[in-house]
């Protein structure tokens, strides 16, 4: 049997035996004005110009004038709405996983021509058919404009903006194949983790098999089953292009989605990836019915290391402090919709790591990010405790109570570390303690 028909037979079986019944929502509950805004096409139409001139503009940097482009929007906006509507703008989702289909299915809602590519046939036709992703997002009735699609090729030329929302596992191999089809697209990734071996993130990746090419990430407290039940929700769109972030805020944007923007694109993709470590680690947490003490607890010490570590990779702290930090660390430690959270809660109850994975059935990226963050915070010491300890239980077998005393009984700390620098908090008093020196 070839391993493309092995792939559907083994797909049809796992959409049979997901819940069919589809939810009857509203699909266009906008407000008249913010569609006449936001879908105006007069962003798609600057947008369209500036990159499109294409990947030409892009070699050439003075093509793009953001201060006029800026002035261009504020003029355009303040112009009666429903002028000047020249087209739609155009985009492509690659990876008909959850967030994948609830992302196309948010901006076909908004008005964009939307396209979501998934790789086996049989799925694209189940969905052009029932108009619901049977395996991923069961119950919930896609919007009638969203397209669905299975060559690649068709998919993504001729659009705007690609995004892909793929595992991190595939994300190098899906770049490697939409290449041959660029014509100054921009990409935008919506994946959260890191490559295994490489600690490449996904930006890396991009600007390693697609150099030169417009690009940005989007990361925030976003779980796709609250997206498709329309609870407002928010994301940040991170990148060196101002352009890029207009158009993603424009196509996206809501009454019950808003993105916010940053150019710190180190900081909110790892905002994103490392969360999940700590959704793990709260998923197990609260398998021992630990109090809100504790959570409060793992929470902001996992936002230090966070914090830390994105120091230690080029990142502004402050990222941090934002939706792609503490906004999605919260969301994915407080929810039993968190692929993460479950896995840890499944450790927790005595799964095996093989056993856990293979029961959710979904991505969990933080399984991989934990090894790849360990390492490397070894390796440059970062002094990453709850990172470490989950690597111990997870992958050296080591009893979870006895690594949380551990992790309890180590040393004196200093709070928030960029108020008061751990070095001048305890251990110049423990050298003066140590060397006998009179307190001053
Ligand atoms: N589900 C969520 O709530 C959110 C997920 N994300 C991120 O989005 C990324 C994708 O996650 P989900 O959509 O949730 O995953 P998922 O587990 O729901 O689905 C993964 C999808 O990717 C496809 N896929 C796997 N390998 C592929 C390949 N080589 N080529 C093409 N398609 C391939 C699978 O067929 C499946 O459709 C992850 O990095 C995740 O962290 C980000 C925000 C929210
Ligand atoms: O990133 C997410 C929400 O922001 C989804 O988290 P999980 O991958 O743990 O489900």
Sequence with gaps: MSADKKNNEVEDKEMDQAQTAANTEATDTE????????????????????????????????????????????????????SNAPHQLRLAFLGGGSFGTAMSNLAARNGCDSTLWVRNKRTVKSLQK???????????????????????????????IIFVAVPSSAFRETLKNIRPYLSGQSIVSLTKGMEKDTFSLMSDIIEQELPGVNFGVMSGPNLAVEIMQNMPSASVIASDSELLRHAVQSALHSAFFRIFASDDIKGVELGGALKNIYAISMGMAASYNVGENTKAMLLTRALAEMSRFGVASGANPLTFLGLSGVGDLYATCSSELSRNYRIGNMLGKGLSLEAAIKKLGQTAEGVNTIQQVHEKAMKLGIYMPITHALHAVIFDDQAALGVALNLME???RSDVEFVMPHEYSNEALNAQMTAGMPDQ
């Design 410 to 412: 180590s040393g004196f």
């Design 31 to 82: 407000s008249g004005e913010e569609k006449s805004v936001f879908n105006s096409g007069i962003l798609a139409s600057l947008f369209d110009k500036a990159t499109k001139v294409g990947a030409k503009a892009k070699r050439d940097q003075s093509a793009i004038n953001p201060e006029e482009i800026e002035k261009t929007v504020r003029d355009n906006m303040s112009k009666p709405k429903g």
């Design 130 to 160: 029932n108009r619901v992703n049977k395996k991923y997002l069961p119950g919930y009735t896609l919007d009638e404009r969203l397209k669905f699609e299975h060559d690649l090729k068709t998919a993504v030329q001729d659009k705007d």
